[in-house]
Every structure is written in structure tokens, then in C-alpha cells.
């Protein structure tokens, strides 16, 4: 596996979207609405670089690929969503690849009466784009590879890895 960002490289771009974060959304009332499992490393830190008060919760998404990029079958579940009416939303997930988890997610999470909903991820594969939004705030733009590490996993593993890695055709 090839390093693409490390812990470190990692650490340092998560404060500065926490700063930029933090400014933008001062005196808002605001709750973070992270998508498991893959934002769950990405949430806990950028809340911790947020100094200002806020909610945190949790949604679901979860895609079944076929060996194609193609067919994809993606189910969502805003379960366990508090109230979110006439508070600012920041949805955060781990990556925007097509971008129809977000796009989905923020479509129904727009239904419930939001005062506002902003979007943010740790990577943008920016060549894979199958929507018209783009992400409002992102940690890098990376090429079309697969990556793991920093919460995105591969079959469910290496979530915990420090650092974002390319997995590599010879490492599966
Ligand atoms: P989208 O709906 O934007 O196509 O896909 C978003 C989801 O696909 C992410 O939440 C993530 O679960 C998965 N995904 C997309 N690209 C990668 C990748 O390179 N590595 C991993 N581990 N997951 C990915
Ligand atoms: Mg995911």
C-alpha cells in the first residue's frame, strides 16, 4: 500500500477546515450529521477543531457494488436523526465519489425544514462526479484510486489505519 496522505498531512488541513468551520458557522445553530461508518474518524476530529458549541448525530448510507462501477444499489436511513428543523446541518461522510450518497442524503435531509445544509468530506475523487453538486468543503482532491485508512475501509477493515493509503491491485 502506497501512502497518499499522512497522519500528520492529515491532522494539519483538518484544523484549517475546523478554523474556516468555525468561523463560518459562529453564533449558528448547528448539528454535524456524520454518515457511517466511514465518517466516524473524520467527525472526531473535526469537531474537535470546531470551538464552537454544536450537536453531533449520525445517519446511514451503504452501497452494494457489483464488480462495475455501474448498478449500484444505495440505501440510506435518516433513523435516529434528531430534529434538525431551522438548525444549520453539516453533513460530513469520508469521500465524495459519484456523489450520490451526499446528493441523496441531502435531498432528504433538506425535506426536514433545515436552515441551512452544507456538505463537507476529507476527499473528493473530483474525475467521478455522476451529480451536479460538488462537496462545499473538502480536505484534498485525489485521482480516481481506491483508498483506505482514516475511516474508509476495504470489506469492512482498516478503518483504523492513521493515514490514507491507495490499495493497489497486488495488495488485495
Ligand atoms: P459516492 O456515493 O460518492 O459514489 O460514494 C461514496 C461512498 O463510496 C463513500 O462513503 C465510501 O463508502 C465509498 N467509496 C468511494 N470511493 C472509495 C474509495 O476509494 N475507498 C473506499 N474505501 N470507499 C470508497
Ligand atoms: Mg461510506
Do not use: C
Not at 52 to 79: C, D, K, M, W
Not at 109 to 121: D, E, K, Y
Request: hydrophobic share 40%.
Amino acid at each position: 500500500m502506497r501512502t497518499l496522505y499522512s497522519s500528520a498531512q492529515i491532522a494539519e488541513r483538518v484544523r484549517e477546515l475546523g478554523d474556516e468551520l468555525a468561523r463560518v458557522y459562529a453564533g449558528r445553530p448547528l448539528t454535524v450529521v456524520g454518515v457511517l461508518h466511514g465518517s466516524v474518524v473524520l467527525v472526531a476530529d473535526l469537531i474537535r477543531a470546531m470551538p464552537i458549541p454544536h450537536q453531533i448525530a449520525f445517519v446511514r448510507a451503504s452501497s452494494y457494488r457489483g464488480e462495475t462501477t455501474t448498478g449500484t444499489n444505495l440505501q440510506t436511513s435518516l433513523e435516529g436523526l434528531p430534529d434538525v428543523a431551522g438548525r444549520d446541518v453539516l453533513l460530513i461522510d469520508d469521500i465524495f465519489d459519484t456523489g450520490r450518497t451526499l446528493s441523496a442524503l441531502a435531498a432528504s435531509i433538506n425535506a426536514l425544514g433545515p436552515a441551512s445544509l452544507r456538505t463537507a468530506v476529507l476527499l473528493w475523487k473530483v474525475d467521478r462526479r455522476e451529480v451536479a453538486a460538488t462537496p462545499d468543503y473538502y480536505g484534498f482532491r485525489i485521482p480516481d484510486e481506491f483508498v483506505i485508512g482514516y475511516g474508509l475501509d476495504y470489506n469492512g477493515n482498516y478503518r483504523n489505519l492513521p493515514e490514507i493509503a491507495v490499495m493497489e491491485p497486488g495488495d488485495l
